[in-house]
């Protein structure tokens, strides 16, 4: 019993200790963000043989210098027919995610599809 109670007063301890020490980059607000819109990527070739350039926005936290920031890379849904980087869970999720310290690449993708035969 005197054992059970002891390990338990210590996971509570290490527990405590770790969030404490825990760094809060990536998981609690502390930067403004940017927005680089229309940032060419790339060029793809569309159902009817044309090409299409390629655009992202690019959601920067504002106040850090570190250069080596975990992305995170973010497409709308829309079945390759519709929509796009400004979609409104694009817009609503990427600034939560810079304002703790990741960058965003929101990016759009050719869309469309084969006409049935």
Known sequence: MIQAKLFLITALLTLIGIDLIAQSTYTEI???????????????????G???DLYMDIYKPLGDENR?????????????????????????IAPWFAK???????????LGFH???
Do not use: C, E, L
């Open 68 to 92: 080596y920031r975990p992305v995170v890379v973010m497409a709308f849904g829309g079945a390759w027919i519709g929509g796009d980087k400004r979609s409104y869970d694009i817009t609503t």
């Open 50 to 52: 044309h090409p299409v």
């Open 100 to 110: 703790r310290g990741y960058v965003v690449a929101a990016i759009d993708y050719r």
């Open 115 to 117: 006409p049935s035969t």
């Open 30 to 48: 502390q930067y403004d963000y940017q927005v680089d819109s229309s940032v060419y990527y790339g060029t793809a070739v569309n159902y009817a």
